[in-house]
């Protein structure tokens, strides 16, 4: 018999090779930043930021603790550096139709310049002009104009007075308007004395009055005409007072912005509205007092100037701004209201950038998940995009929130590189069902979960440690503590020749290892102080796991790890909870007898088990039917349950194990319950790799190590996942003294051998395997399941009841 | 010597239209000065016995042309008219707190100022709106008898210029008593005093331009001479000849003209 090797200390534990790492600490390292063992994602990212054309935004994909905005922000701001500095834009009232704010460009740095000129214009006017309009000169003219109207009227009106009064008529007030009446001595003639005047002079005054109404009704319809021709002189004489208070004014101004012609035409718009609008200027103060209002309140806004995005102040070259909150306003703009008297009113100073603004001719980084959690952001992000300009939209229009007047500003184009990060599952959700995410996100940077542990990655990863170290404000780590975040590092990659690259996952122990070393007065970070980061994770995460160790202890959950039995195995799980991932064993047990050739898989049949762990099973039966009695039908009934597990069951990594003890049950030989197995077989009977080999290991060595080892206990993992192995400490100090083992299989026969102590069994040239071996008894087990379903139907009084065929 | 006037009443003379603002600024004003204000809503009676004429009618400019002026109509019109000022004139003295009183009298408004007004009342007349106004023979006639009568007369533009500001006196003199009224008002106001000195000729325009057009040529040049000044109210002692009536519309501000002070009338005002 084949005896199976325990696996050497060596293959359990590969230690970081700290002689080559040639520092004492690590603040004598060159801290890298950035992209580290990201080659294929930094040539993405290269390639999408160095293409001009529309479309090749960018799609960062990489697991969430990878820091790939990090990661990419550092490459893009020393991309940025090299690019122009974008333009700054302004918002400015549209003088034709307020609802349509213009946009206007300006180079960079000069919006500032424009508002505080066009401010100070302003404030100046404001000053010179009530000056100029208080002046003698144009009360006098002023004086003048109202003079000639008002003597104009009264001329008539006293004309046509005198006239009455020469012909003994007077003009009286009624409530709601004039009327003439005879009269003696100014005094309205009373009805008896009119009555009893003669009929001719009665008759002459009555004609007399008809004639002076008919002159009232004259002058009267003629005061609109003549009020008119006042307001326009009054008008023409504030333009000409105006236009000489503004005209230097203005022109100083233009000076400023020759170059800019859309700027210089704004400002003669300007110069246009003050002087049509003087009053505005002149009239404060002595307005009626009422209520402040948009308009009345602050006639000057409407010559301010809102500036959207500016230069000023933010470092030369193309901006990289990141927007942590994508709501569709701070994605694209929004525009802001006020509530005056109850209703809601905005204008062009409202008008509030978003992040696709301040990115503008720049690199805009947005998380993804972020995007699409925010109703409308997705939407507006492919809409702007397509269109390639901004064009701010109120949203709650859409939804008929508000009836309110909104602005519809001018669009502002848009030029820019937008890098999306999100995990890979969203990535490849999204890509199948937004046929537009190829479109506008043609270039994809995969970034990579580890890299390989070489020398040379480890000396890199050390000064990627230091730079972590120096960013957070970090002792230095010396050598020894940094190779044992190396060699976490290789844990947490999973696999002894890797190294992970997630940079938060390591972020987080360095952190804390800092805290022990500060705790332990320790002016650099010792191995002892990241060992006791490492275990204080353990302990403050393994509550779970000790509850689950303590029930097994206790046999409340039944794990035996001495002795054998039949058709029973221990197979181990993971479970993760919060991101800490413990193994456990679990008892596999398994029961035959004649049936149908059906393997009945408990976990699914109660809807416990998932798809994977269903398929497992099935596989069971493709190992049986192909290896075993090829020449009579399949005529098994087997059962399979996890027991004692009351939770859903998922993966296939105990596959092997309930084949083991499927086999253990049909051959009727019992398995060592001191061995603990874990790996997935295929229908050929080999074992492939699983998942979370280390932490399995770790679980049944813990429950083996409280009852006391005995030097014959160990696990059975498939070959293939030996170069995982990162074992604990004490797991690899047992192995080396030999208190436990680690045995690697490939396949089935290896394992039952080692498991029931009894050779496997090849087939041997007459097609039978040996007499005694374990497969020779499965397969007569399972012959004569056939020859008792045969000869069931036959004698009666012989078959047994239940299963029906 | 400064002379003094001491004031207890402010008569409204309210005719047909009712500016609220000159409403408000008599309810102001006997707040500052603690006066009583008293409403005389006048229906006269010559419009009732032209009514009764058989051509009389009445021209609406707002309305558009002429319709018969007839008794019925005309009373209906009326006490629209009185309601309405009634209204105003009580809301501006709830609004004020202060004390009010309201009155309809029959008769002219001519008679009614002349007869019930005195020393120690200020009558208050609201300047028209339009020229027309300015013609008809109730406007004029009350004018003359406010004028003519012992009461100080508030004239108040048509449309206020500002409701702060100082108060100014146009002081023919050191003893004008425009000097202590306009100190009275500001103490009250809690605003600043500006005293403008003014030369006496015995008539507002220089030696030279007398008779309407030196008149208007003189309140002109006050009005110049007040320059820059944002006054809220103008205090001016009426001269013998002619009273500063285009001063309220010159300026837009009311003007508060005081009657000049007489030996046989020194029961009303006191030195100091």
Redesign the interface.
Known sequence: MTQLRPLTAEQLYRPADITKLSFKTTAELDPVDGLLGQQRAERAIKFGVGIEKAGFNLFVIGPPDARMQDAVKAVLAHEARARPTPSDWVYVNNFENKDKPIAIELPAGRAREFANAMHELIDDLRAALPAMF?S?DY?TRR?AIDETF?KK??E???A??EKAAAQNV??????????L???EN??????EQ?HAWPEAKRKQV?EV??SL?RE??H??RQ?PQWERERRDEIRKLNRETAKFAVDQQIEETKAEFADLPKVITHIEKVRADIIENVAAFVMK??E??GEPSEERGNPFDRYEVNVLVEGDGRAAGAPVVEELHPTLGNLIGHIDYVSLRGVLVTNFRLIKPGAMHRANGGYLLLDARSVLSEPFSWTALKRTLRQGEIKIEDVSRFLGLTSTVSLEPDTIPLKIKVVLFCDRLLYFLLAAFDPEVEQHFKVLADFENDLERTPGNEELLASFIAAIARREGLRPFDREAVGLVLEHAARLADHAGKLTLLAEKLRDVLTEADFWAADGKHSTVSRADVQRALDARVERASRLRDRVQESILQEVALIDTTGAKVGQINGLSVSEVGGFAFGRPTRITCQVRPGAGRVVDIEREVELGGPIHSKGVLILSGFLAGRYALDVPMSLYASLVFEQSYGGVEGDSASSAELYALMSALAEVPLRQDLAVTGSVNQHGEIQAIGGVNEKIEGFFDICKARGLTGSQGVLIPKANVQHLMLRRDVVDACAEGKFAIYAVSTINEGITLLTGIEAGVRGTDGAYPEGSINRRVEDRLRAFANIRRNFGRAPEASVSGEQA | MTQTVEFRRIVVGLPYRVPPHAVRLAAELARLLHLDVQGLFVEEESLRGLAALPFAREFHPLGGGWRPLDVERLSRDMEIARSSAEKVFAEAAKTLDTACRFEVVRGSIAQTLATISGSGDIVLITEPETEAERITAQFRAAVDAAIRSLAAVLLVPARIARHSGAIVAVATGPGDPSIEVAKALARAANTEVIVVGRYETGAEGPPAQTGAAGKAAGIRQLGSALGNVRERLIVVTRSEQNPPTMLASLRRVPVLILEPVRGDEEGRSSGN
Request: charged share 20%; glycine share 6%; no cysteine.
């Open positions: 208080q003698e009360q004086g008002q009227q009264a008539a009106f006293s046509l007075r007077v003009i009286v007030r009624t409530p709601f308007g004039f009327a009446a005879p009269a100014d005094q309205v003639v009373p009805p009119f009555q009055i008809e109404e009232l009704e002058i009267v005061i103060g002595e009626e007092p």
